[in-house]
């Protein structure tokens, strides 16, 4: 069992900065990637960054120069810095990972998601 936990989301007002945290625990034989999804009202789920195990990291464009991704390998972690917010990047924001098991060698995995809210 790989279990995904995100904190740290909640209600900020334009321009201001959250930080998200993921931590994955479980039967984990190594972590390939890590990233960040997000789902607005109404809308799909998109990508917002991914890490891999090197730190090469992946914007999307909307975020590029504003969400900063970083990772702690050793504690199986994944961060999220965002700045500048905007009130179009409120939406849920899912962590996942790709993780490869004693069992699987990768499966996709999803934290259940933190609420973050830009609004005045």
């Known amino acids: 069992q790989v279990q995904l936990v995100e904190s740290g989301g909640g209600l900020v007002q334009p321009g201001g900065s959250l930080r998200l945290s993921c931590a994955a625990s479980?039967?984990?034989?190594?972590?390939?990637?890590m990233g960040w999804y997000r789902q607005a009202p109404g809308k799909g789920r998109e990508l917002v960054a991914t890490v891999t195990s090197g730190a090469v990291t992946n914007y999307a464009d909307s975020v590029k120069g504003r969400f900063t991704i970083s990772r702690d390998n050793a504690n199986n972690t994944v961060y999220l810095q965002m700045n500048s917010l905007k009130p179009e990047d409120t939406a849920v924001y899912y962590c996942?990972?790709?993780?490869?098991?004693?069992?699987?060698?990768?499966?996709?995995?999803w934290g259940k998601g933190t609420l973050v809210t830009v609004s005045s």
């Open positions: 479980g039967s984990i034989f190594r972590i390939n990637v």
């Open positions: 996942w990972a790709f993780i490869a098991t004693m069992t699987h060698y990768g499966l996709d995995y």
